[in-house]
């Protein structure tokens, strides 16, 4: 029988061993999961922590420990992979309630370790504010009751995670500062769209602090690099997280230039019958075919989906990413996919881009909201690169939109004359995506003169 070890039991590890027991029953999986939860969504924490009585914590959890050993899977959570032995074909493990120290046999190998919190090198006194990260449901579990008794909080960092936990502290009526040492918010987006977010928080009571880092935390403060003291009952560290790859790394399987476990398309690691999958891995990226590094839960189980089916004799592989990626700050959706203008040009595009407004909805309808983006193409082609936008309705829409013309290839001309779903209540006569194709190929592309879809756009 073949014995499949998976290390991680989260996103793309448990996703990996469900594949593969189902499509193999005849396969001895075995997962090691150093926490005592699995296959849990870590991107909903921040909403369960903001209300969890509408989103409580099981509802978190996809499936329990006893729902995956019910179908076959020698599930040992609490127990930690210490070292990897590849040419023995073993693992050693911790048992981390008993603390007895096991080996395990293994055919095959998949590392799912994920990511891991960037450490801080922060000084640290007496009677300092209680210190969080959000990586894990167990940090969940710490910070949920002190959410329901703080005033006064500290986020460092201006990131996603930074950015829907201050939106949280403000839900549970906690008084909130951001402190992000770039001089703006959202450095990866164009500087429009992180001043429209740095303005929405501000409506809603956050204060902000740019350009600061945090060095000490005592007496119930936080110290910043300028002197600035900040006081507090607590503040969450979200400064960012780099793939976990100790482990892999001293097993010797190659790294890639990210700094993550460089696999192929298969998922397959550097040494024969070893995987990787999630976090803890590179993909590439499907316009310039460069490896990239997106720390994301739906790219962690659709890699685990190939690793799994791989592990169980199939021939699956994973085409690669755009950095498909969308967050909530209060009423703002700020979503992304593909290349910006600089990001093309610097990947070797000669690439235009168009930034524009339009209405979510038919401009009459009361729930129709402005929605901002910018469109890039390159000159040559026409071919769509990407989008960045940001607005209080039908960002989604919009940028999966996107996401599907940049996957499939198709141009600005392809985009103007998308056959959509119009009626009044869902989308203007000409949607966003086809008011910016119609822009940029008129402006960029010196196309004959045709009527103004813009102005024609909120009919």
Known sequence: MTRVVVIGGVAAGMKAAAVAKRRDPALDVCVFQDEPDVSYSACGLPYHLADPDVIPRNKIIARTVDRFRADGIDLRVRHRVDSVDLSGRR??????????????????????????????????????????????????????????????????????????????????????????????????????????????????????????????????????????????????????????????????????????????????????????????CEAHHLISGAPVWYPLGDVANRQGRVAGTNLAGGDAWFPGVLGTAIFRAFDLAVARTGFTCPQAQAAGFEAIDVRFEAPSRARYMPTSRPLAATLTAERTTGRVLGAEAVGEDAVDKFIDVIATAVWSGLTVDDLSDLDLAYAPPFSPLFAPVQVGGDLIRKREFREPAMRSKIAEAGR
């Open 91 to 280: 693992v050693t493990v911790t048992d981390l309630s008993s603390g007895a120290g096991i080996t395990e046999h293994f055919d095959l190998l998949l590392f799912a370790t994920g990511a891991r919190p960037i450490e801080t090198d922060l000084a640290v006194g007496a009677g300092a504010p209680a210190l969080f990260k959000l990586r894990s449901i167990g940090d969940a579990d710490l910070i949920r009751p002190w959410l329901g008794q703080a005033k006064r909080a500290v986020i460092l960092g201006g990131g996603y995670i930074g950015l829907e936990l201050a939106e949280t502290c403000r839900a549970r009526g906690v008084s909130v500062t951001v402190v992000e040492m770039a001089p703006r918010l959202l450095p990866g987006f164009q500087p429009w769209i992180g001043d429209r977010v740095t303005s929405q928080l501000e409506q809603h009571g956050v204060d902000i602090l740019l350009g600061r880092r945090m060095t000490a935390a005592k007496s119930g403060r936080v110290i910043l690099d300028d002197g600035t003291s900040l006081d507090c009952d607590g503040a969450l560290v979200c400064i960012g997280v780099r793939p976990n790859v100790d482990l892999a790394s001293s097993a010797g399987l190659r790294l890639g230039r990210t700094g993550a476990i460089a696999v192929d398309p298969a998922m397959r690691a550097s040494a024969p019958g070893v995987f990787a999958a999630g976090d803890c």
